[in-house]
């Protein structure tokens, strides 16, 4: 099938490449960060994604990981569930089952928005117990009382007796200590250095009829996240996804914006990419483009018209 046009036709093809050309944006947000897909709120670069997570949650363009940064260190985010809102990572300092290695800790920036998922829980290990402040002495001075999670207790038993790389180091029981951060508040700070202990560990599920074998367990640390303030999704941004495009916002005025394929940003969503290559070539429908940018596209119908 070949395409006959006059000459005004190709003015006209030429005039709408430049007025496109006008919105490209330098950095057309990603769908994917390695095998993450990456939906609203989260982003791969400034302007992508919403602005209150873009300074915590980045993706290396190299290496395609996506990272979490607090001000306690980087973090590798293994998965993402954005229907339950929830974000889970990795700490490369974290001890395990199949390694035990010295942490400084594990916080949150106090305006992240981010809080722990109720799921998630921390194991203190090696603690000083003459000087951890996790022990308090008792009243009448008799003794000294954990201020841990007492009926969490058998996690520590568990931990130190059947989980190899720990059992090895011989540590007693009475040193361990279950943190669940939903007591400690959103912003939960573990510094290691002025809890007095050598490591911890973090799961966020024990899976069913695993407690007694740690080396089953999920480690790593369950986050959750709101969209603002009442956790409302915001509408302009379906469209926006449905549309193939990735949702935004201005770098200068933080205003939301609709990053569609080629690095065009709009206001609503992307279907006026489809709607226009259907204006010009009528038996082009959105169907038949697929993924393929719209701006890739004029510049074939320029060549074409040559």
Same mark, same amino acid.
């Given at each position: +099938?070949?395409l006959k046009?006059?000459?005004?036709s190709?003015f006209f093809?030429?005039? /709408? ?5 006008s919105?490209v944006?330098s950095?057309a947000c ?11 709120p ?5 302007g992508?994604g919403?602005?209150?997570f873009?300074?915590?949650i980045t993706?290396d363009?190299?290496?395609q990981?996506?990272?979490?940064t607090t001000h306690?260190?980087?973090?590798p985010?293994?998965s993402v569930?954005y229907a339950?809102?929830?974000i889970?990572?990795? $700490?490369?300092? +974290?001890s ?5 290695r ?12 981010? *809080?722990f998922?109720?799921?998630t829980?921390f194991t203190?290990l090696d603690c000083?117990v003459?000087e951890?402040p ?5 009243s009448n001075g008799?003794? =000294?009382v954990s201020l %841990? $999670? =007492?009926?969490? *207790? ?5 931990l130190y007796s059947?989980c =190899?790389?720990i059992s090895?180091i ?5 040193t361990c ?5 939903l007591d400690?508040?959103p912003s939960?700070? +573990?510094?290691? &250095?002025k809890l ?7 799961f966020?599920?024990l899976?069913?009829?695993q407690e007694s074998h740690?080396e ?6 369950a986050?959750?996240?709101? /969209? &603002? ?5 915001p509408g302009?941004?379906?469209g926006?996804e =449905?549309s &193939?495009?990735?949702c935004g /916002?201005n770098?200068q005025t *933080?205003?939301f @914006? %609709?990053n569609?394929?080629?690095?065009? &940003?709009?206001?609503? $969503?992307?279907f006026f990419?489809?709607n226009?290559?259907?204006i010009? @070539?009528?038996w082009?429908?959105s169907?038949?483009?697929?993924n393929?940018?719209f701006?890739? /596209?004029v510049v074939? +119908? @320029?060549m074409?018209?040559?």
């Amino acid at each position: +099938m070949s395409l006959k046009c006059s000459s005004s036709s190709f003015f006209f093809v030429l005039f /709408f490449f430049f007025l496109l050309s006008s919105h490209v944006s330098s950095q057309a947000c990603q769908k994917t960060c390695g095998q993450i897909p990456i939906k609203y709120p989260l982003g791969t670069g400034s302007g992508c994604g919403d602005p209150r997570f873009t300074r915590y949650i980045t993706c290396d363009p190299d290496q395609q990981t996506l990272t979490l940064t607090t001000h306690t260190g980087c973090y590798p985010i293994t998965s993402v569930d954005y229907a339950k809102q929830e974000i889970y990572v990795t $700490d490369p300092s +974290m001890s395990t089952c199949a390694c035990t290695r010295p942490s400084h800790g594990f916080g949150l920036d106090w305006d992240a928005p981010f *809080s722990f998922h109720d799921d998630t829980v921390f194991t203190l290990l090696d603690c000083s117990v003459d000087e951890s402040p996790v022990f308090t002495p008792l009243s009448n001075g008799s003794g =000294r009382v954990s201020l %841990c $999670d =007492r009926q969490s *207790s058998s996690i520590c038993t568990f931990l130190y007796s059947n989980c =190899r790389a720990i059992s090895l180091i011989n540590l007693q029981v009475s040193t361990c200590c279950v943190y669940v951060p939903l007591d400690l508040g959103p912003s939960f700070e +573990m510094d290691l &250095n002025k809890l007095k202990c050598s490591s911890y560990s973090g799961f966020y599920n024990l899976g069913p009829g695993q407690e007694s074998h740690p080396e089953n367990w999920n480690y790593g640390i369950a986050l959750k996240y709101k /969209f &603002n303030v009442f956790d409302e999704y915001p509408g302009v941004c379906g469209g926006c996804e =449905r549309s &193939n495009g990735a949702c935004g /916002f201005n770098t200068q005025t *933080s205003s939301f @914006v %609709c990053n569609c394929p080629g690095g065009i &940003n709009t206001t609503s $969503d992307c279907f006026f990419l489809y709607n226009s290559a259907s204006i010009l @070539v009528p038996w082009l429908s959105s169907k038949r483009m697929g993924n393929v940018p719209f701006a890739w /596209f004029v510049v074939w +119908m @320029v060549m074409s018209l040559q």
